[in-house]
């Protein structure tokens, strides 16, 4: 079976600190990744998403980036962290992009 | 690009009760419909995908309705016990892909004893 796990489950985190969020998949060979992030009171937004190691592409520009070093590892990252930054981070994959996505736990970021 | 408004935002019904959330999206080619339960602290899981064909649909414990004339996907949960409380998302494609989901902001449901 299919596992996604999501570290850290929340982060406190000062403004201007880096930031590292982590997303494993175990179970499943060259899967699609994705980062979806929620602003309190707000809805998700897919920010990136991953076909293939090496390989990220950028939907929505919020001063962060990605990386997938491993076929079963999505990272998202920034060197400074911004107040608005602050929400709720899920990673998620899919087999195909025509198939369901799986989604994780999420990660509880507070930006103070 | 396409928009989707989700009411309410909050919602509390007494158990037994129905408990009713719907979504407007604005792309006419919007294809594929999803509606998504998030329980505290867990993934969000799903609960059906919705094809545009079919305006009807049964899950257990639920329907979900289509109308693409007014593009509205509404979720009625019937008969609702304390497992229902959750966050509720919709979520609406144009693809099916999950590479091209817009969801919903959120309900959040409060099923009372």
């Given at each position: 079976?299919?596992?996604?796990?999501?570290?850290?489950?929340?982060?406190?985190?000062?403004?201007?600190?880096?930031?590292?969020?982590?997303?494993?998949?175990?179970?499943?060979?060259?899967?699609?990744?994705?980062?979806?992030?929620?602003?309190?009171?707000?809805?998700?937004?897919?920010?990136?998403?991953?076909?293939?190691?090496?390989?990220?592409?950028?939907?929505?520009?919020?001063?962060?980036?990605?990386?997938?070093?491993?076929?079963?590892?999505?990272?998202?990252?920034?060197?400074?962290?911004?107040?608005?930054?602050?929400?709720?981070?899920?990673?998620?994959?899919?087999?195909?992009?025509?198939?369901?996505?799986?989604?994780?736990?999420?990660?509880?970021?507070?930006?103070? | 690009g396409e928009q989707v408004?989700?009411?309410?935002?909050?919602?509390?019904?007494?158990?037994?009760?129905?408990?009713?959330?719907?979504?407007t999206y604005t792309d006419p080619?919007s294809?594929?419909?999803?509606?998504?339960?998030?329980?505290?602290?867990?993934?969000?899981?799903?609960?059906?995908?919705?094809?545009?064909?079919?305006?009807?649909?049964?899950?257990?414990?639920?329907?979900?309705?289509?109308?693409?004339?007014?593009k509205?996907?509404?979720?009625?949960?019937?008969?609702?016990?304390?497992?229902?409380?959750?966050?509720?998302?919709?979520?609406?494609?144009?693809?099916?892909?999950?590479?091209?989901?817009?969801?919903?902001?959120?309900?959040?449901?409060?099923?009372?004893?």
């Amino acid at each position: 079976a299919q596992t996604i796990h999501q570290w850290p489950v929340a982060e406190i985190k000062a403004v201007g600190s880096p930031l590292s969020l982590g997303c494993t998949i175990k179970g499943k060979s060259s899967p699609n990744l994705y980062w979806y992030w929620q602003a309190t009171g707000g809805t998700l937004q897919q920010l990136f998403y991953s076909i293939t190691v090496g390989q990220v592409e950028s939907v929505v520009q919020l001063n962060l980036s990605a990386s997938r070093p491993k076929d079963d590892q999505f990272i998202l990252s920034t060197e400074k962290l911004l107040l608005s930054h602050s929400g709720f981070y899920l990673c998620a994959w899919s087999l195909t992009t025509n198939t369901e996505v799986f989604f994780g736990k999420g990660t509880r970021l507070t930006v103070v | 690009g396409e928009q989707v408004e989700q009411r309410p935002p909050h919602l509390s019904v007494r158990e037994g009760d129905s408990a009713f959330i719907t979504c407007t999206y604005t792309d006419p080619n919007s294809y594929y419909f999803f509606w998504y339960k998030q329980e505290p602290g867990a993934s969000l899981q799903l609960l059906m995908k919705v094809f545009s064909s079919t305006e009807i649909n049964e899950g257990q414990g639920f329907t979900v309705l289509l109308n693409k004339k007014d593009k509205r996907l509404s979720l009625n949960l019937t008969a609702a016990h304390p497992g229902d409380s959750a966050a509720y998302f919709c979520a609406v494609s144009d693809t099916g892909g999950a590479d091209r989901l817009t969801f919903g902001k959120g309900t959040q449901l409060i099923i009372q004893p």
